[in-house]
């Protein structure tokens, strides 16, 4: 079964450098999302991204985030200058289209910010 | 703001019982539910959902009901099994958006 798969597995970063997520959406899929979870806390939408185009932001997803799809394949978040609640989950999701119900979830990245 | 709530952290179930996880919502404008099972290292993976138009949907071991006027939706699991023990979410959306707003999650347990 095509999975979601997503680099690396754990990044541990300085305050203030700069970090890139990597996914890689299933082939045939169109439409990415990223979300995060701090530990015990609720996942939470960051960014939808579709045709080269943020789709919808929400209000965690600043001047500091920033995603984009370099070739095709590849799918990352770059946060700029990290700051120590950055300390997160980080998903990657994508759909074939919006019109099903079905977001395929990476394993996600655990970033450590020290 | 919660707007999708599960109020109860964690629960213990035994094999062959039924599981039952709670979730409330207070907003209104939610027109569609979905659940999702997370195991340790992994993302959380598509379970079931129901539109705010059904009150029940059913797939295999697994049920979904929805309560609109209490604003209420309950997964039953039966009959439970260890593989089940999970991290399970709710999440809803809405307006025509399939991007899920998530609860904190309950962590259930299901004994052999």
């Known amino acids: 079964e095509p999975e979601v798969t997503q680099t690396p597995s754990h990044q541990v970063t300085q305050m203030g450098q700069e970090v890139i997520l990597r996914c890689v959406p299933i082939s045939n899929h169109l439409y990415f999302y990223w979300y995060r979870q701090i530990l015990g806390q609720k996942v939470e939408f960051l960014v939808s991204?579709?045709?080269?185009?943020?789709?919808?932001k929400s209000e965690i997803f600043d001047d500091q985030f920033s995603v984009e799809r370099p070739d095709g394949s590849n799918f990352t978040l770059k946060i700029r200058s990290t700051k120590l609640e950055d300390s997160a989950m980080y998903f990657c999701?994508?759909?074939?289209?919006?019109?099903?119900?079905?977001?395929?979830f990476g394993p996600g990245t655990r970033l450590t910010v020290l | 703001d919660q707007q999708v709530k599960q109020n109860s952290p964690s629960l213990s179930v035994q094999e062959g019982r039924i599981s039952i996880l709670n979730c409330d919502y207070t907003n209104s404008m939610f027109d569609y539910f979905l659940w999702y099972k997370k195991y340790p290292a992994e993302g959380p993976t598509f379970l079931i959902s129901?539109?705010?138009?059904?009150d029940k949907n059913e797939d295999g071991r697994f049920t979904v009901f929805l309560n609109k006027s209490a604003k209420h939706l309950s997964l039953h699991i039966v009959p439970s099994q260890p593989g089940d023990s999970a991290v399970y979410f709710c999440a809803a959306a809405s307006g025509g958006s399939y991007i899920p707003t998530f609860g904190r999650g309950t962590s259930l347990i299901v004994h052999p």
């Open positions: 129901i539109s705010s138009i059904k």
């Open positions: 999701a994508t759909t074939r289209d919006t019109s099903t119900d079905t977001q395929y």
């Open positions: 991204f579709y045709n080269n185009e943020i789709s919808e």
